[in-house]
């Protein structure tokens, strides 16, 4: 019965410890993955500023080809 009850023990802690590292790691490629998709918003937003002052620049063409 004693033998019983230690390998039970034995195998909620060891479960505990497999299913405490699936999580780690879970929410570490989730916070990855969410820091990801900032950048690529903010890279997204930025393309489409520069491509936005391309296709209409301010001032006169004197101006633009000395900044």
């Known amino acids: 019965m004693l033998v019983g009850v230690v ?26 993955s969410a820091r990801r998709e900032r950048f690529n918003a903010e890279l997204l937003t930025r393309r489409v500023v520069a491509v936005s002052k391309r296709a209409r620049p301010e001032g006169t063409m004197e101006e633009r080809a000395t900044a």
């Open 7 to 32: 390998w039970f023990v034995a195998g909620l802690a060891l479960g505990l410890i497999l299913v405490g590292f699936v999580a780690l790691g879970s929410y570490e490629r989730g916070r990855e």
